[in-house]
């Protein structure tokens, strides 16, 4: 199988990368990345040698350049992980790029994985394109739920995820949408919430929560997520939508508290700043159809695997660093 990885630099890309590697010896993957300030060759440092590997600098808004990679390479299969992600910049900083990427680089692939007979793509979406639920509320998103985001993240990536049903409805094109809950694990840009309280702890500066701290997200293990689009790419059907999460709901002030905990450092360090704009109360999701239909379960268990990935931030500060400085050199307005 000759797989494109389109976003294969960034947290979830790069994992999933490495993941299916270990795993199959008949796959051949191409990464397909434009670099930006998250995007970081230095997560699949480890694979850059392997022979089932090759990396392609490009941007997915770029038709010609998505359809060079896709003749040249032969692709046969593709999964999208390309995308803005982190929702104070789409709130902050313009909402231009988000919607750039997120939905019109999701129709340039579509595109092109319909002119050249691409056999199945699966576009990798996110649970806040459902919108929020009330924190007192049992209820869970399900694949039916309809769409409703309240942030312009979420909304270009509800733009992604129709133009695939479109494409699926129009063209009969083999593409299949994920949405998934919070991940956490290594490789995970800092600015994202976990890594981001890691490291103010490890410098003992304050935690920042916003509003009360009582959002609500259900947190996975970047690796259980690998496995569920794994099971998707392989097993899924076309034009199917398959929601991903473990039932771990946890609020952002548990999380801090759990992290101060594992570094012993006091909770006085929390600190409880304006809310965002926006900012949606709590996720949750139902995952029985990915988990009936094609047999997927979660492996790892929050209280090792949070754990872990304190630890893996703790043994590399100097991949975190030269993140950083990277992306200061590359975007001074974000520093």
Not at 83 to 105: K, M, Q, Y
Request: aromatic share 10%; glycine share 6%; with cysteine.
């Amino acid at each position: 199988m000759k797989l494109l990885v389109t976003g294969g630099a960034g947290f979830i890309g790069s994992n999933f990368i490495r993941y299916t590697l270990g795993k199959y010896q008949d796959v051949t993957v191409i990464n397909f990345d434009k670099l930006t300030y998250a995007g970081n060759l230095d997560n699949l440092a480890d694979v850059r040698n392997n022979p089932k590997y090759s990396f392609v600098k490009g941007d997915i808004t770029d038709e010609s350049a998505v359809n060079k990679v896709v003749t040249d390479h032969k692709i046969e299969v593709i999964v999208n992980f390309a995308a803005e992600t982190h929702v104070d910049r789409s709130i902050h900083s313009g909402n231009r790029d988000f919607v750039l990427t997120n939905t019109l680089g999701v129709q340039t692939v579509l595109d092109v994985a319909r002119q050249n007979k691409v056999n199945a793509m699966v576009q990798v979406s996110t649970d806040e394109v459902y919108g929020s639920l009330e924190l007192e509320s049992k209820d869970a998103f399900s694949e039916d739920t309809p769409l409703a985001p309240n942030m312009p993240y979420a909304a270009a990536k509800a733009g992604g995820d129709m133009l695939a049903r479109a494409a699926f409805k129009t063209y009969g094109t083999d593409v299949r949408v994920t949405h998934c809950s919070n991940n956490y694990g290594p490789y995970q840009f800092p600015e994202k919430l976990i890594p981001f309280f890691i490291f103010k702890a490890l410098k003992n500066e304050p935690l920042p929560l916003y509003g009360d701290g009582k959002n609500v997200r259900d947190w996975i293990y970047v690796l259980d997520h690998c496995a569920a689009i794994d099971a998707v790419l392989r097993q899924g059907q076309a034009g199917e939508v398959y929601n991903i999460g473990v039932n771990n709901e946890l609020s952002n002030l548990e999380i801090a508290k759990i992290i101060l905990a594992e570094l012993s450092k006091p909770e006085s360090l929390l600190t409880f700043v304006d809310d965002r704009p926006g900012h949606d109360r709590r996720y949750a999701i139902n995952s029985s159809k990915i988990e009936h239909t094609l047999g997927w379960h979660p492996q790892y268990q929050f209280e090792q695997a949070i754990k872990e990935t304190i630890r893996w931030y703790q043994e590399n500060t100097e991949w975190v660093k030269k993140l950083e400085l990277r992306r200061a050199e590359m975007n001074p307005h974000l520093s």
